[in-house]
């Protein structure tokens, strides 16, 4: 039989566990929320100091151009709230060349948007755009 | 448009048999819905009406299986009058890539899922014993308003017109049906062996955890919380390795096709087939603890629902469009009337069990556990432990795939949870629950000899130790350390940066403890019972496979390369030689760029590279390009080879020169210098021709014409020794011409990888295999109980149960 001390003990464990879960998952969600890096518009781009911002935007087709010798690419982007000189360092996305909406991940540095990594939501004729 | 217009286009009237399939398909899926209705209504009703609620809950399933083969048989014989078989296959299409488009859209995956779902229904349901009314409510309940999805999300809906511009064709001509003669095709990223195996694999795996899920719901509602875990056992472990076979698959098809370098990106759509998976590794531990110890049984029907639940969530998450702006994935937008059936499932199905669950789980659970009798730190409070940090590692996830839908939904602007973030926080979680892998297995369920317990602990921690330092040693003194730059640091909480090589070591090190351990205890246990391992052996090979993904990950290399025809480049200490094309026209699938590797220090390994690259004809005219990467594999390494798209032409788009005009770009000077004109303007045959001179390191060419005939295409004239030049455009108004400069060789951009021990990913993916079906053959469900097997062999049987 287990003695009321016993039982005690147990429900002061259990009440423990509880309370480090629900700090452990606070933690996390706070984690997530604080750092979950944040799609902005072009204007709220160059104010940001940020590096992991989101930028969607389309691509000015006659601005693109490819520095072969610093292996970049830049681009001049705008949306709705304006225009921003992108400097990409990655490897250019394999349907780079039609795009014309791409979101840009990175940060303003130098006046200029510098970009490690790219995402072209490309008009491909394999996917059905209409839907009801 | 009449009738002839149309055959002498390629159409031709609809087979009638195929109309015929096609209807049955969705006859089948309504069909579907009614049998399921009345297996639930009769289930509702009780015992009386039970075996017509069996039977009509069977047909059912054997329904929906009929709707897929429906579907199957369609895209095998090309029947493109049908909308989802037009817009995803095509005539040319491999037999194999036939059959994988039929799940490359949103309807055909819906009814993917609802066919393995019900196979599993179909299978499980004749074992059920007095689960079986609950059971099969449950079950047809899930079938049923899958089939409502689609009956809206339909994949057998009629091709009724095609568009041209504006142009809108009636294929419906004098009550005959008319096909288009081919289809859209498959997205060529999705021609790939994987695409045929991975999808069926990891669907096969989301069908089968409604059976866990609809045996939770029938313990708690039957109230018997015991005899229910030796019949889900089995299907538990059939999730467990099926799903898990799924992620690795999921994850090789990325390392090998998508050419970024990884296995995992945490995207959407990988989190929700991860989440539930962690849940079912969790819910298998509750099993075990509740055969061997007769405790935890009103955790485990929690632990049974869960996986099911997430990833109905997780369906909802991704095909609601929510999260269409995040993923590197594309999804149509799901029909609205279809959405409403799943979120109202959804919200029933997760409101219904936690009430369910809080209601009569803890009851049931306070009825049936034995009390704990011993105090302090056994097996059994490890395994808690471990529950504990695996469901919330996998709360943790599911959280951050849902930031951008949290966010939207208290309107905030949209927000992502990116890969380093992930990493952050999942580490948390990640070394405690290596540490108590590799410790707990020596954990004895009663009695703990603190003596050989310690000593065994500390054996095992000195050897890790020692493994540490080995691949230490190896990391900074083989040819690792001559290719290696310096890496980034990892960012801590707090402004803190540790080094990269230090921190990964560190994870490494509890990963090679949680090995070691396992290891130990396999050797230990198998001249005793050596069916009992499974479990060892699984977690053995957990450990191989996350030291190949740490180290693979954490410690790779990379370089940009760019070679041309004579032009080799080098990166990483190899050097890359074109050597040619494989085949020609390079719209050929199979075509390759060969490139000569060698290597310019460290040992010796020259291989030939063989990414794979071809273009695919584009709406607007221009090609774009398709590539596959190379991966060269080597026992202490991989050398992975990305190839993107070649670059044929100095500029993007051709830039427009007036008269006297010069341009720049990348050191070569381009002088527009004038017009001349050949014929009348506006007539077939005049010609335009620029004089152009291009000035290459500082070396002035000859003055050039490119011409433009009208009616005619551009022609090329080299300009220079690396240049061809176009005349694209020409504006009458004030002579301004579009110039376009080729390349002689075309430049072939390419990324380089090097990345450590990638060979530990596969080897432990197969030891993990390995230990799950050696788990579920030995845990099989057998008829005769009580199962001695259920005590854990490694441990004295526990004694008869002493109050």
Redesign the interface.
């Known amino acids: 039989m287990f003695t009321l001390s016993k039982k005690r003990g147990f429900a002061k464990g259990a009440a423990l566990t509880a309370a480090v879960c629900v700090l452990a998952l606070a933690g996390v969600v706070y984690a997530f929320i604080a750092n979950s890096s944040p799609y902005v518009t072009v204007a709220q781009a160059r104010a940001s100091t940020a590096d992991n911002l989101h930028v969607a935007g389309d691509i000015i087709r006659d601005t693109v151009h490819q520095d072969l010798a610093n292996r970049t690419l830049t681009f001049d982007m705008k949306d709705e709230t304006g225009t921003v000189k992108v400097v990409y360092t990655g490897t250019p996305p394999q349907n780079m060349g039609e795009a014309n909406k791409v979101v840009a991940e990175g940060g303003m540095k130098d006046g200029v948007f510098l970009s490690d990594k790219i995402l072209v939501k490309c008009p491909s004729k394999y996917e059905s755009e209409k839907k009801s | 448009m009449d009738q002839q217009t149309l055959v002498n286009n390629g159409f031709h009237a609809a087979p009638s048999w195929a109309m015929g399939v096609g209807q049955l398909g969705a006859v089948l899926v309504l069909v579907g819905v009614l049998l399921f209705l009345t297996s639930i209504v009769s289930m509702a009703l009780g015992q009386r009406a039970q075996t017509l609620g069996k039977w009509t809950f069977a047909v059912g399933c054997v329904c929906v299986i009929g709707a897929m083969a429906a579907l199957v048989s369609l895209f095998l014989s090309d029947q493109f009058q049908f909308?989802y078989v037009a817009?995803?296959s095509w005539r040319n299409l491999a037999g194999m890539y036939k059959v994988a488009a039929v799940w490359s859209g949103q309807q055909g995956s819906f009814l993917l899922w609802a066919t393995t779902s019900a196979v599993f229904g179909l299978l499980a349901v004749w074992r059920t014993g007095p689960y079986q009314r609950w059971f099969v409510f449950v079950y047809a309940l899930f079938l049923g308003c899958l089939c409502g999805i689609l009956a809206y999300e339909t994949p057998f809906s009629l091709l009724n017109e095609i568009s041209a511009g504006d142009l809108h064709i009636s294929l419906l001509l004098n009550g005959i049906h008319f096909a288009p003669p081919d289809g859209?095709?498959?997205?060529p990223s999705l021609q790939n062996y994987w695409v045929v195996v991975h999808p069926p694999t990891i669907f096969t795996g989301f069908g089968s955890l409604t059976v866990p899920f609809a045996f939770a719901v029938s313990a708690l509602l039957t109230g018997d919380a015991v005899a229910w875990i030796s019949r889900v056992r089995p299907w538990a472990l059939v999730s467990l390795s099926i799903l898990g076979l799924g992620l690795v698959m999921g994850g090789l098809w990325a390392y090998e096709t998508q050419?970024w370098g990884g296995f995992w990106a945490w995207d959407p759509v990988e989190n929700v087939s991860f989440v539930p998976w962690l849940f079912v590794v969790a819910f298998i531990h509750g099993i075990i603890v509740q055969t061997t110890r007769k405790r935890w049984h009103g955790t485990n029907m929690l632990l049974g629902g869960l996986p099911f639940l997430l990833f109905v969530y997780g369906t909802f998450l991704t095909r609601s469009g929510f999260l269409s702006?995040?993923s590197?994935h594309?999804f149509?937008?799901m029909?609205r009337s279809a959405l409403w059936i799943l979120m109202v499932f959804l919200g029933i199905m997760v409101l219904g069990f936690m009430i369910l669950w809080a209601m009569r789980g803890p009851r049931l659970g306070r009825q049936n556990d034995v009390?704990l009798r011993r105090?302090g730190f056994n097996r059994e409070r490890g395994y808690q432990f471990g529950v504990?940090l695996i469901t919330?590692l996998s709360?943790?996830i599911a959280?951050?795939m849902s930031?951008p839908f949290f966010?939207g939904l208290f309107g905030g602007?949209?927000?992502?949870?990116?890969e380093p973030?992930y990493h952050?926080?999942v580490v948390w979680f990640y070394i405690p629950i290596m540490l108590l892998v590799g410790f707990v297995p020596f954990l004895s369920w009663r009695k703990q000899e603190p003596g050989t317990f310690w000593m065994r602990a500390i054996n095992i921690v000195g050897l890790a130790i020692g493994v540490l330092g080995l691949v230490m040693i190896q990391f900074k003194v083989s040819d690792y350390a001559f290719h290696s730059a310096p890496l980034p640091p990892i960012d801590f909480p707090f402004g803190i940066h540790v080094s990269r090589f230090a921190w990964v070591m560190c994870l490494f090190g509890v990963t090679a403890f949680a090995g070691i351990g396992n290891l130990w205890r396999l050797v230990e246990m198998l001249p005793k019972s050596p069916s009992g391992v499974g479990g060892f052996v699984a977690h053995l090979g957990l450990a191989i496979a996350m030291a190949g993904l740490i180290l693979s990950r954490g410690l790779e290399q990379k370089a940009?390369i760019?070679v041309a025809d004579r032009e080799p480049g080098s990166g990483l200490g190899y050097k890359l030689t074109y050597e040619g094309l494989t085949s020609q026209p390079q719209t050929d699938r199979d075509n390759k760029v060969e490139f000569d590797v060698q290597t310019t220090f460290g040992q010796k390994e020259d291989f030939q590279a063989r990414p794979g690259f071809f273009y695919v004809p584009?709406?607007?005219g221009?090609d774009?390009?398709?590539?596959w990467p190379h991966i060269q594999r080597v026992l202490s390494h991989d050398v992975y080879l990305?190839l993107?798209?070649p670059?044929t032409t100095?500029?993007?788009?051709p830039?427009t020169l007036r008269v006297g005009e010069t341009k720049e770009?990348?050191?070569v000077l381009v002088k527009y210098l004038g017009l001349v004109r050949r014929g009348e303007p506006g007539k077939d045959g005049t010609s335009f021709g620029a004089r152009i001179q291009v000035t290459e390191n500082g070396t002035t060419f000859p003055v050039v014409e490119p011409k433009i005939v009208i009616g005619g295409n551009p022609d090329l004239v080299r300009a220079s020794p690396n240049f061809l030049a176009s005349l694209e455009g020409i504006n009458p108004a004030d002579d301004s011409v579009q110039i376009q400069l080729h390349f002689v060789r075309t430049?072939y951009?390419i990324?380089l990888f090097y990345k450590p021990m990638t060979m530990l990913v596969w080897i432990g993916t197969g030891i993990l295999t390995l230990g799950g079906l050696l788990s579920a053959f030995y845990r099989r469900y057998r008829r005769r109980l009580p199962e001695p097997e259920d005590v854990e062999k490694e441990d004295a049987p526990l004694p008869a149960i002493e109050s």
């Open positions: 909308e817009n995803h859209m095709g498959l997205t050419g702006k995040f590197v594309s149509a937008e029909n009390p105090e504990l919330g709360t943790a959280f951050g930031v966010v602007a949209g927000k992502v949870v990116d973030l952050s926080v940009q760019l584009g709406d607007d221009s774009q390009a398709f590539t990305s993107a798209s670059i100095l500029w993007d788009h830039p770009d990348n050191g430049i951009p990324e």
